[in-house]
């Protein structure tokens, strides 16, 4: 007769979620076209400035009321300086990028205007309407290909799945809205915190910056239980509200695990990224790294998902056997 000492589910691998994911890719590899051809679009498509569109707004920073003193003054320069490099090397469809959720790009953190060809075909914005029109433009582009992407990873994790348009579209609805919720949020929590770093930015802009560190790494820490979010949205066809209850739980069982897993993930990504990165925009042997980067991320999130379906029986079995002890 089995105890409730006998209960000992199988916890998730680590080594087993990226060994399958790497796996996925390996017996697919048509599922990286969709990165590679993003950051090909990038290096040698068409790039969008909005350096004219912003540029009012960053002379007027320094002109700001109350940034009178001289310490004040001079760290609003700095950052005037900072704000406008940004503006001027930014290309608008770097956007196309979305996050949360999107397609991985290595080139978004490339800088823009140059090619081995020379430069790409520039387009310069000139009005906030264009700007907002062009923007809004990418980002639902991102959006929608981030959720083609990720739902035929999903299709290839999860047998059999019957993959329709409609579905697609579904999902790529509820993670149209998931950024949205995430934004009010964050600005919820941000709102105090804006404050208090100001305040404490008049006083010692030094332990702001200590402040501002530790305010980062507690939105990072409150929003990661729903790290695995659309991992349920397109597995499981959750919506939104669903999907985030079933991670949080899934998190909150699986904390350690998980967080060893987050974490070899983006060593994994990130360490091999600064290989991917070392050519100069204008040396053709980028190519390799941007079909190295697409192999290993799109590795990294098939192991999620195969990562996350296990995370997710392990779960269920410890409510389960909770459930029955009660």
């Known amino acids: 007769m089995n105890t409730s000492s006998d209960f000992n589910p199988e916890k998730p691998s680590i080594i087993q979620a990226l060994l399958a994911g790497f796996n996925t890719i390996a017996n697919k590899p ?31 920073i320094t002109n700001l009321p109350g940034i009178e003193s001289v310490e004040v003054s001079s760290i609003f320069s700095d950052f005037q300086v900072i704000l406008g490099e940004i503006i001027t090397n930014l290309n ?17 953190s490339k800088p823009s205007f140059l090619n081995p060809l020379g430069q790409p075909l520039t387009i310069s914005l ?31 994790v999860i047998q059999p799945v019957a993959g329709t348009f409609k579905a697609l579209i579904e999902s790529f609805l509820q993670i149209i809205l998931m950024p949205i919720l995430l934004l009010f949020v964050l600005m919820i929590l941000s709102i105090p915190l804006v404050i208090l770093i100001t305040l404490v930015t008049l006083i010692s802009p030094a332990i702001s910056q200590f402040i501002l560190l530790m305010a980062i790494f507690f939105i990072i820490w409150s929003i990661l239980p729903l790290i695995f979010t659309p991992h349920a949205i397109f597995l499981y066809k ?48 980028l190519f390799i790294g941007i079909f190295g980067h697409a192999f290993i ?9 195969h990562y996350f379906l296990d995370a997710t029986k392990f779960s269920q079995s410890i409510i389960n056997q909770g459930l029955k002890s009660a």
Request: glycine share 4%; charged share 10%.
């Open 238 to 285: 959750q919506n939104l509200m669903a999907a985030m209850i079933t991670s949080i739980k899934v998190v909150r069982l699986t904390m350690s695990k998980t967080t060893w897993f987050i974490l070899a993930a983006i060593l994994m990504i990130e360490g091999l990224n600064y290989l991917w990165r070392s050519p100069n925009v204008d040396n053709w042997f």
């Open 297 to 305: 991320v799109s590795a990294v999130i098939a192991a999620s998902f």
């Open 92 to 108: 608008l469809a770097v956007t196309l990028r979305t996050l949360p959720i999107g397609v991985p790009s290595l080139m978004a």
């Open 30 to 60: 048509d599922l990286i076209l969709i990165p590679i051809i993003l950051d090909l679009f990038l290096w040698f498509g068409p790039a969008w400035r909005v350096d004219r569109v912003f540029a009012p707004f960053i002379q007027r």
């Open 126 to 156: 000139e009005t906030n309407t264009q700007f907002l029109g062009v923007w809004l433009l990418f980002l639902v582009a991102g959006f929608f290909l981030g959720s083609l992407y990720l739902e035929n990873i999903s299709k290839q």
